[in-house]
């Protein structure tokens, strides 16, 4: 196990923010994955694990090790009458993982496509997108937990997943690393196109055109329409949650700005935290190296040079107007370190 010294972490997040790593290890295998935990115990540092970094923003230097995951394997485990039992280790790469199923025609993660970022960091945040969230393709997965350096099976249920949540960003937090995760997939071909804007775009489809693969096409299309490519626009996706609120106020705010954009969940409100973040004022704008994308208010972007401090400022601004026009709080979706 090789250990690196003072590490510039710029090309592992995607904001591409320079941001310098006391100790930094690429973590290949289980072994190598424990042997990283066991020199941070050992030297007393905090340790922090990364996959593509497509979810975090450095604000500043990191005082202790870096952990790149990078366990890679994928396979086919077992069979059903309906389903493929699939697997993947924690380093893999997320989209690459999609496409891999798809090809193989093992269905149910097509509108998951084009998510930047692992294997391993899909089950902490909960990932979702266009209508499916990973808890509804996930069957189980594997962690390490931390002080004992034994591996763990959690059930669906016991990763207590929700909205962007779950075991692993609560109770459980800082505890495991995920390292592998098992996706039941259908061996039938599985259209959900409930998600308002997939269905517009395939809007007049017939029925056998609607391919699993067409899904997976279009929601890319309208991935790479409204949200810039990491790799040429430093940016980390959403950078706020959408918040939850009562209907109560929801028909109260709804009185005072008709326009408001929110979707029933089973007992709340989730707004559209882009809605008022652009009727705030926000969409487009642009200081310096920071700015809020102008195709989509809920993404900050750096357009060159920005430090984590500057983005981070950035979205405070963002949260305290918000606050005051609307009165609701924005939490930001992306781990600010
Ligand atoms: N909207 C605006 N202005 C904008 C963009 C959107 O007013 O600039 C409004 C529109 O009314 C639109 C609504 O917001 O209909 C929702 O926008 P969108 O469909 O783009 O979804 P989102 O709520 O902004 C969420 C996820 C995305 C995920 C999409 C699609 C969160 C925090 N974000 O975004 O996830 O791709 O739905 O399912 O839940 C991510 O987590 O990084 C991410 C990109």
């Known amino acids: 196990m090789e250990i690196l010294e003072n590490f510039n972490l710029k090309h592992f997040n995607t904001f591409h923010v320079s941001a310098h790593g006391r100790y930094f290890v690429n973590a290949t295998d289980l072994t190598c994955l424990r042997d990283a935990l066991a020199f941070a115990n050992k030297k007393e540092i905090p340790f922090m694990l990364i996959g593509q970094g497509s979810n975090l923003l450095f604000k500043e230097d990191y005082p202790g090790l870096i952990i790149e995951i990078n366990v890679r394997g994928r396979k086919l485990i077992r069979e059903d009458d309906d389903t493929y039992f699939v697997k ?8 690459a993982f999609v496409q891999w199923c798809l090809d193989n025609k093992f269905y149910g993660l097509e509108n998951l496509s084009l998510i930047p970022g692992t294997i391993g960091a899909a089950p902490v945040q909960n990932i979702g997108a266009y209508g499916v969230e990973l808890c509804d393709v996930m069957v189980s997965l594997d962690a390490l937990e931390i002080a004992t350096g034994e591996l763990k099976t959690f059930t669906n249920a016991e990763c207590d997943f929700s909205y962007r949540n779950s075991v692993f960003k609560q109770g459980l937090k800082d505890q495991y690393v995920i390292y592998s995760v098992t996706f039941g997939l259908s061996k039938k071909p599985v259209i959900n196109i409930r998600y308002a804007a997939l269905a517009k775009a395939l ?26 490519n990491p790799q040429r626009l430093g940016n980390a996706g959403s950078f706020f949650w959408n918040p939850e609120i009562s209907l109560e106020n929801y028909t109260l705010l709804q009185e005072e ?3 408001i954009v929110g979707y029933p ?3 709340k409100v989730k707004l559209a935290a882009a809605w008022l973040i652009e009727q705030a004022g926000w969409k487009g704008y642009r200081e310096g190296d920071v700015g809020v994308h102008e195709d989509h208010a809920l993404v900050l972007v750096n357009y060159g040079q920005a430090t984590g401090a500057e983005l981070v400022d950035l979205s405070r601004r963002i949260q305290a107007s918000v606050k005051e026009k609307y009165g609701i709080e924005l939490m930001p979706e992306v781990r600010i370190i």
């Open 88 to 95: 993947a280790r924690c380093g893999e790469n997320w989209h």
């Open 257 to 259: 700005h008709p326009g």
């Open 265 to 267: 969940t089973a007992d």
């Open 203 to 228: 809007e007049g489809m017939s029925l056998d055109a609607l391919t699993p693969e067409l899904v997976s096409k279009t929601v890319c299309d309208i991935r790479r329409s409204k949200l810039p």
